[in-house]
């Protein structure tokens, strides 16, 4: 399939033949949920951690009386039936969140997301994407040409100028074409990848 590309200035420049195997493949939404949950759940960093019964800070005096009162009796605050007692059965910090997500399925997720992004419009080619010096403003003078509020710039490398230049923008994200992962092509509004990017894209998933 022959994919639309556009310069800098947003007019429009000679096509890219791209594959169908990535840019015209069938939506399968399951899959692709599968794949996002899967990312955020390796994300998570599984520190938390609760208290149990004995490693809360609390009095080992009887709150009351076994007999006479009509309340059930009681032998330490520290119960967890009590407010501020510890926890039955508490979160630890080795708790494993991460999914595995087989090659093919991950491969197949994110073909379907690019797809995806081609059919909706959301997917933007230009044919290259560099700035002079590390400036914000003059990055964001080349996304406003672009037409763009927020956005994901993907590219084969990240030199050091496009790097500082955009890391101050709220709504804007760039990377690597390698960096690209399934939460973030779904969560901004659109993608703008290069020419280099999506070679490389081909290479590495198709």
Known sequence: MELKVINIQG???????????????EYNESLVHQLVTAFLANARSGNRAQLTRAEVKHST??????KGTGR????MTSSPVWRGGGRA???????NFSQKVNRKMYRAGMA?????????????????LAVESPKTKEFAAKVK???????????K???ENLYLSSRNLPNVLVIEAQQADPYSLVRFKKVVMTRDAVQQFEE???
């Open 72 to 75: 059930a009796r009681a032998g």
């Open 204 to 206: 590495q998933w198709a």
């Open 112 to 128: 379907a997301i690019l797809s995806q992004l081609v059919r909706e419009e959301r997917l933007v080619i230009v044919d290259s």
């Open 157 to 159: 490398e990240l030199d």
């Open 89 to 95: 059965f508490p979160n630890s910090p080795e708790e």
């Open 11 to 25: 007019q429009a420049v000679e096509g890219l033949n791209a594959s169908d195997t990535l840019f015209g493949r």
């Open 61 to 66: 005096k009887k709150p009351f009386r076994q």
């Open 145 to 155: 040409s672009l037409g763009l509020e927020q956005a994901l710039f993907i590219t």
